[in-house]
T-cell receptor, first 114, second 116 residues
């Protein structure tokens, strides 16, 4: 089965700096890679996703990059703000066919220091 | 207009008891899931149903029994609760049939279970 590793487990940055979270996956059949943000005491929510036919995707201050050859993908947050503080999860899924199981990484707790 | 709802939000109970958690989604999705999030925040899938049929059953003790009366509901019954069952249980749903965003999972607010 798929195995998703995520680093670092915790990350502290100063407000305004950038934050990068990296994930690797094991199953070459995976071609859908979502990122979820979970604020303290809240539910995980999708913030951005990328598919294997795309190398990079941006949405305002967040961007994801994917290197399918190396089987790794990353989340980049620029100009961090205190409200970016949360746990971030990467995930991988085959993304095609009838049903796809999503395998989550172990999470990164991001703290943005004002 | 809650998309995915769960009840109860908090559940405190004694070891050995049996309890149920209910989940409902009004998004018209055909796939629903149960996840367990432990104290280290790991999100682990437990079960998944597609159109009321069980399609994923991870290595979960058989004290846990999901039930899907229709595709908008997925309940979780837990027998003989143990201390290690203490966690946050999230229900989620996704549109598994077709469409570009079909894999996006929409999570419920979570049920915080504490077994004493």
């Amino acid at each position: 089965g798929e195995n998703v590793e995520q680093h670092p487990s915790t990350l502290s940055v100063q407000e305004g700096d950038s934050a990068v979270i990296k994930c690797t996956y094991s199953d070459s059949a995976s071609n859908y890679f979502p990122w979820y943000k979970q604020e303290l005491g809240k539910r995980p929510q999708l913030i951005i996703d990328i598919r294997s036919n795309v190398g990079e995707k941006k949405d305002q201050r967040i961007a994801v990059t994917l290197n399918k050859t190396a089987k790794h993908f990353s989340l980049h947050i620029t100009e961090t703000q205190p409200e970016d503080s949360a746990v971030y999860f990467c995930a991988a899924s085959p993304g095609s066919g009838g049903y796809q199981k999503v395998t989550f990484g172990t999470g990164t707790k991001l703290q943005v220091i004002p | 207009d809650t998309a995915v709802s769960q009840t109860p939000k908090y559940l405190v109970t004694q070891m050995g008891n049996d309890k149920s958690i209910k989940c409902e989604q009004n998004l018209g999705h055909d796939t629903m899931y149960w996840y367990k999030q432990d104290s280290k925040k790991f999100l682990k899938i437990m079960f998944s149903y597609n159109n009321k049929e069980l399609i994923i059953n991870e290595t979960v003790p058989n004290r846990f029994s999901p039930k899907s009366p229709d595709k908008a509901h997925l309940n979780l019954h837990i027998n003989s609760l143990e201390l290690g069952d203490s966690a946050v249980y999230f229900c989620a749903s996704s549109h598994g049939s077709s469409g570009r965003a079909r894999e996006t999972q929409y999570f419920g607010p979570g049920t915080r279970l504490l077994v004493l």
